[in-house]
């Protein structure tokens, strides 16, 4: 007797899609993160607050594009 197992989708996530959308989300923090930390020790002396427009700095963007793919195709997995 053969026992068939069906894996049910509906409650659960496209993982062909949630893997990558983890990794791009993962990806792009690290590398925001570390990016941040350039911009504010290049433009501010030490103990100096950064002001909040390091968050408008041009090489943040692609970081930004990054996550915000990553947050895209999360949301793809989900509702597959």
């Known amino acids: 007797m053969k026992v ?9 996530m496209e993982w062909l ?21 350039k911009i504010r020790l290049s433009t501010y002396k030490d103990g100096e607050l950064a002001s909040a427009n390091v968050f408008l700095n ?6 930004y594009g990054i996550i915000g793919l990553g947050i895209i195709l999360w949301y793809l997995a989900e509702r597959m």
Request: glycine letters at 12%; charged letters at 15%.
């Open 58 to 63: 041009k090489k943040n963007f692609k970081w």
């Open 4 to 12: 068939l197992i069906s894996i049910d989708s509906t409650f659960g």
């Open 17 to 37: 899609l949630g893997f990558p959308a983890i990794a791009l989300l993962i990806v792009g923090l690290v590398g925001q993160a570390f990016e941040m930390r």
